[in-house]
Every structure is written in C-alpha cells, then in structure tokens.
C-alpha cells in the first residue's frame, strides 16, 4: 500500500479514539476503554507504516514540507502520549492529545507531499535531528496540557457546585507533577535537537546557523523552557504559577513558528 492509504486509515483510527474520548467525557465514564486504546494502538502500527513507506517513496527522512511535518507530529505525539499514559494511567491527557493528533494527520491529508532531491536531506543527521526536535515539541505540548488540565480542575474545586469534568480530571498536584516532568523530558529532547541541527548545518553548509524558521523557533522555545526549569527548580515554582508559563511558553512557540515562517515566505516572494 501507498503511504497515502496508511495515512487515511490512521486518520479512521484516530477518529474514532477521538470521538470515544469526547462521548466518555459528556457521560462521566472513563475516558480510554479497551476499545479506545485498541484503536490508538492499531492507528499508531499504520501511523508507523506510512511514514516508512513515505521514507521509501521520498528517498529521505519523512520530515519536509507540511505533509510530512504534521504526519510526523502527530505520530510523535501520539507516541509520548502512549509513554506518559502507561506510567502514569492519566487519561484526562486523551481529551488534548486525540483532537490535536487527529487534526494534524487530516491536515497531511488534505496536503499534498513536498518532493525535493536536495542531498543534504540524505544525510543520516536529519531523522536524528528531526525525531529529536519533534518528540521534545510532542512532550512540551503533553506539558502545556497537563497545564490547561490544572486551571480547569483548580476552577472545579474553587466552584461550589464541580461539574463533570472535576470527576475526570486528575489531582492538582498530579497535573503539576506530570507538567514538570514533561518540561524537563522536552527541554532535553529540544537541546540535542539544536546541537544536531547546528552539526548538521555546518557539516551540510559550513555555518552552524542559517536563521530559517525552524532553528529561530526551536532557539526561543529553549530559552523560555529554560526560564521554566530554573524557576522551578531555584525559586520553587509550581502549581498555579507554573501552569501559566507552561502554556504561555508554548503558545509563544506556535506564534512564533507560524510568524517567522509567514515572515520567510514573505520576504521569498519579495525577491
């Protein structure tokens, strides 16, 4: 099979976790069943075969171009999810993960695939690189969730009448412990990811920085993650507090990704 009909049947199966999570939610009932980690599961295995497929049809790491950026997204995704969900059994984290995933993989299916014989992509740096990067932006989005979880639940136990979610969300001090985890594990991920970028860049193009979109938002999402773990870990951040950031950091790296690259594309067509 093409890489394009896996694709279509991960998005069939990730739907249909989606859909179970959100109806589980509105009924109070536990949020992943069997069935629906059945079908996480069956939709990662045809996730996996469409980006070795893509591989092979590309002649290169399947991480060029918005088709390929937002398979590969979601899978990394999907696959931190499936570590956290294991060791910690957090289910709430399905109601961020499942829309989030399910969107991207039907955005690279509406998209159609970059191609480009461009050697550099040859290079054995650029699945090293590229798994890096993504599975520390997979891990900071499970943090910038795990951030949302704790407002909503701190707002359930301020109310004097909780709603559903209060009996489906996890502790606050789970979300704060969880969150932190994730920042940390991220900002690891994120770190090796621009030390390989920048081995990759000079050994490709002899500078260690060529200021694209990509290496401006993985250097600011570093430096806010760092302002993050150290004030965590020197000035005892946590709760509330932390929560905030979290989120804040993330949502400035998607603004500036989507900025700098409409700024790129802009001075591109100017010349």
């Not at 992509?121 to 949302?148: D, E, K, N, Q, W």
């Amino acid at each position: 099979m093409s890489s394009h009909v896996y694709l279509l049947l991960t998005l069939a199966f990730y739907a249909v976790g989606a859909l179970h999570v959100l109806l589980q939610a509105l009924t109070r009932r536990r949020l992943l069943t069997s069935w629906t980690v059945t079908a996480t599961l069956i939709g990662f295995a045809l996730h996996t075969a469409s980006l070795a497929q893509r591989w092979t049809e590309a002649g290169h790491f399947p991480a060029v171009g918005l088709h390929d950026v937002t398979s590969f997204l979601a899978w990394a995704l999907v696959l931190v999810f499936l570590m956290t969900y294991t060791r910690t059994r957090v289910e709430a984290l399905g109601l961020a993960v499942y829309p989030v995933a399910f969107a991207l993989v039907l955005v690279s299916n509406m998209t159609p695939a970059a191609e480009s014989d461009d050697p550099i992509l040859r290079s054995y740096f650029l699945p090293i690189h590229a798994t890096l990067a993504f599975l520390g932006y997979a891990a900071l989005f499970v943090a910038f969730a795990m951030g949302l979880l704790y407002l909503v639940q701190e707002r359930e136990l301020k109310s004097r009448s909780p709603r559903r979610l209060y009996y489906i969300l996890p502790s606050l001090e789970r979300c704060d412990t969880i969150g932190g985890r994730s920042v940390e594990v991220g900002f690891a991920f994120l770190t090796l990811a621009i030390a390989t970028g920048m081995l990759w860049s000079y050994r490709a193009r002899g500078v260690y920085w060529t200021g694209d979109a990509k290496e401006w938002t993985a250097l600011i999402a570093w430096v806010l993650y760092v302002a993050l773990v150290l004030a965590r870990h020197r000035t005892g951040w946590g709760g509330r507090r932390a929560a905030l950031l979290g989120i804040a950091g993330f949502t400035a790296v998607v603004l500036t990704f989507v900025w700098v690259t409409a700024a790129s594309g802009v001075a591109s067509a100017a010349r």
